[in-house]
């Protein structure tokens, strides 16, 4: 059976089955219909701590599962007809989207309704969902507060929350809207959050909204498995004649980041007079746009696709064979994020950076994260830098 909206791509799974983590035969029923044999880690360990009423933090990989990690206690939980139980947060559109499908497949044994609020969009259409009583908020922070604001919603009856892609929810960008939200919604709640990284600082913050969540870390060491990092260092006047040489070398279904969205424009038509198959997905762009040209991009029509790290987020597209940072990304935590957008689940990939020396110290964070020293390439054409030995310091050096 195959769904709109729902990607579907290979997996790990475990030896377990979905009956004996707590679900019901009539949820069980759906899963199994659906094509979902074996629970993957993540959902094996988080379902039935969540059905439990416990809080959880939920550290996987992307494309490890977790969707189904959180909707399906949801469905077991929710029925029908009883207000706004179920609010989830999701950092982007996309992502928001894909959850909805999740949820309106996994939930029509209980009949279960969601409405999606996602910015970009015309509100009515919302407005309209939100009448028709549903059981289940998905939403994008901006978007949520628009409605609510407006008394198209209320949250005072909010029994589970579901905070994905936590870390960036939680971060600077967003924590104002956040703390907003969360002020509206009961204490008395389940709540769960998901990341592929949490760094330190995040979740400080998130446990200030939880009550003694359980922590499941199932991330591997590093980025995902089955994934080779590149680095090509470059003169900042040689990172154009990098990508475009790099395009021509590594063929397949590529995906490459800018920082920022005047970027992403430049880039898009620079590639696209050269005569590549390049389309473009940026928060500046309408939603319908956005979904348009990641379509595009699914399908093979065309096979770059350039976009800025919030976009970025929410692409998953099974088969990206290469990964490009054009610009090196601003965190550790955003270049764990686009190394995860190929590579996913059993598949492999690879992970180019652009960079010049002034990028160096990020670099240096970003082997410290993976655990390993990113292989220094050149491209045909292009003169490398010449890299400064900087001396580790002790703890870097024992770490890589
Ligand atoms: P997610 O991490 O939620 O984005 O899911 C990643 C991919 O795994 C999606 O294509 C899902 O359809 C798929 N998936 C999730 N759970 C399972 C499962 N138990 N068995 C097989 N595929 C799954």
Known sequence: MSIEGIPQHPVPITE???????????????VRRFGFEHPTPIQAAVIPIALSGKDVI???????GKTAAFVLPLAERLVHGRGVRGLILSPTREIALQTKAFLDLFGANHELRTACLIGGVKMLPQVKDLRAKPDIVVATPGRLLDHVNRLNVKLDEIEYLVLDEADHMLDLGFLPQMRDILRLLPRARQTMMFSATMPDSIEMIARDFMRQPERIDITPQGTAEGISHRLYLVKLENKRPALLALLLQELGSTLVFTRRKIDADWLFHILDRQGHPVTRIHSDLSQGKRVANLQKF?????????????AGRGIDIPGIQHVINFDVPETVEDYIHRSGRTARGSAIGTVSTI??????QMIRNIEIEIGEKIPRCTVAGVPPEVE???KPAARERRRL
């Not at 960079?355 to 160096?360: C, F, G, L, N």
């Open 16 to 30: 377990g089955t979905f009956d004996t983590i707590g679900l019901s035969p009539n949820i069980v029923d759906v």
């Open 298 to 310: 699914r399908t093979g029509q065309h096979r770059i696709l350039v976009a800025t790290d919030i």
């Open 58 to 64: 939920g550290l996987a990989e992307t494309g490890s």
């Open 355 to 360: 960079a010049t020396w002034q990028d160096m």
């Open 388 to 390: 400064l030995e900087k």
